[in-house]
């Protein structure tokens, strides 16, 4: 086996930054034919585009490929296949369905890439107990579609139909976090590939408690490791019955402040709302064109609440009262399935709203959160600050890519690259949506010098640098102004602790 790979060396957590046109050799043909005999020939790639198609997520970061990907079929050929690269130093970067937005998949120092996909069976399901337990190649439709005719869903909804245990390395949340929580919640128990082969089990084999005081929480320690800590092979959910009733509402403010204030006294209210989103008007003008709406271009909130048909009417009719309150208008209820359906896949393309306002453009995504008597301060001042960077378009004069180099759309230069606000703003949770020319340096660098100050802003709000998406690439420096020293102090030791040779998804998170 040490002919298997070339010399080369693989400095511990070292940056190789070959762009998506690099060429693939790192890895020598023995060591490819291991590859093949662990998983099978059809099931290993080394095409150039195959590498370039899982270099990269749906983030600004540069496509980064892997030397090699690899298709297992089951556990027991995933162990095989850590066992063989962690030996040879090899590096290991899990994937799911690439739809990250912290640029997680891309391969810093080449390696194997382990695409999990194809491991997509549903193993158990005990509806008595609320649970179920899915490999990684299972995404939240297809569950919930599998759950469809025993009462139960899987509410997590991050928006994108993302794999489910990509969802828990990412410690993803979505619409649906502020009444049924984020993925910490409700992951059980997960089946850890550890550096090197060994099977974790983190709540033990085959369990599936609501609660336990048993030593550590190493379930806890794995959701939101974003594929550092080891490969999640299987993971246990906490499953919640379908609601009686459900009925969602659409209504605009006539400021941000507005908004962000009827959201707090619903809240307060005690209104079990199970959505509350928030829209600011650029980007209701982006939906409305993009998925056929005619709603209200304004500051907006989407609502959604679900109970019996007595509990619903008791919250539509405290809702209203709160939004009339703070000068809320423009209502419009959707009772009926369809209708509902239509407008939360609305809310659910506000990316691609958004990407549509500039064809050609790539989108750049922040994510704080803060705590919720604080939310209103950073919003109006997050608006105030798109404006103040030229970082606010408007919809129907959108900059042109290539516009400030003397390129078509100069005449929109003053409009500056649009950005939309979009979020889940009942747990304290926002996105601004930078439309960044990706030929244009200076543009980006403007849209990640905006990044890094909103995160401080948040930090300096007791809240956090992202809310949903991870640390990746990009935010690795604000973790350590969040944790402080001593936090990323312990990360490391644990990250060396159960990946001594930096092995595993390099470069990401520390």
Known sequence: MANLLRPATWGLFSWRGYCSRGTQGRLSAGFVEALKAIVGSPHVSTAAVVREQHGHDESMHMCQPPDAVVWPQNVEQVSQLAALCYGQGVPIIPFGTGS??????????????????????????????????????????????????????????????????????????????????TMRDNVLNLEVVLPGGRQLHTAGRGRRFWKSAAGYNLTGLFVGSEGTLGLITAATLRLHPVPEATVAATCAFPTVQAAVDSTVHILQAAVPVARIEFLDEVMMDACNRHSKLNCYVAPTLFLEFHGSEQALAEQV????????????????????????????AARHSAWYASLALR?????YSTDVCVPISRLSEILVQTKEDLEAWRLTGSASLPRAPGAGRGGAGAAALSFGPPGTVVGHVGDGNFHCILLVDPEDPEELLRAQAFAEQLGRRALALHGTCTGEHGIGLGKRQLLLEEVGVVGMETMRQLKATLDPRGLMNPGKVL
């Open 100 to 181: 990250g937005l912290e640029g997680g998949v891309c391969a810093v120092q080449g390696g194997v890439c382990v695409n999990l996909i194809r491991m997509d069976r549903i193993l158990e399901l005990n509806p008595e107990d609320f649970s179920v337990v899915v490999e990684p190649g299972v995404t939240r439709k297809a569950l919930n579609t599998h759950l469809r005719d025993c009462g139960l869903w899987f509410p997590v909804d991050p928006g994108a139909d993302a794999s489910l245990c990509g969802m828990a390395a990412t410690g993803a949340s979505g619409t649906n976090s502020v009444r049924y929580g």
């Open 317 to 344: 009719q405290r809702t209203e009262e709160v939004i009339r309150h703070n000068g809320g208008s423009h209502f419009s209820w959707a009772k009926e399935a369809e209708e509902r359906s239509r407008l939360w």
């Open 359 to 363: 064809p050609g453009c790539k989108g």
